[in-house]
């Protein structure tokens, strides 16, 4: 796998929005519905997976705060 750099971390970001969109334009999701089926594939990918939320909000905060494309 790529190293976790801005430029991969960016191309990963748009391309995630890309496919968001298409799910909108599809299914007519909307962001509630989108982020549901994120986190439901992310439960199937990994069952046990933990969400701390704060430790994941001071990682966001040390690489300049919003990644948002």
């Given at each position: 796998m790529?190293?976790?750099?801005?430029t991969f971390i960016s191309?990963?970001?748009h391309e995630l929005v890309a496919v968001v969109k298409d799910w909108q334009y599809?299914?007519?999701?909307s962001d509630d519905e989108c982020a549901?089926?994120?986190l439901w594939m992310?439960?199937?990918l990994k069952p046990d997976f933990n969400f701390?939320?704060?430790?994941?909000l001071a990682v966001d905060e040390s690489a300049g705060g919003d990644r948002t494309p």
């Amino acid at each position: 796998m790529e190293e976790w750099t801005d430029t991969f971390i960016s191309s990963a970001q748009h391309e995630l929005v890309a496919v968001v969109k298409d799910w909108q334009y599809v299914y007519g999701a909307s962001d509630d519905e989108c982020a549901a089926m994120l986190l439901w594939m992310v439960l199937r990918l990994k069952p046990d997976f933990n969400f701390e939320l704060d430790g994941l909000l001071a990682v966001d905060e040390s690489a300049g705060g919003d990644r948002t494309p």
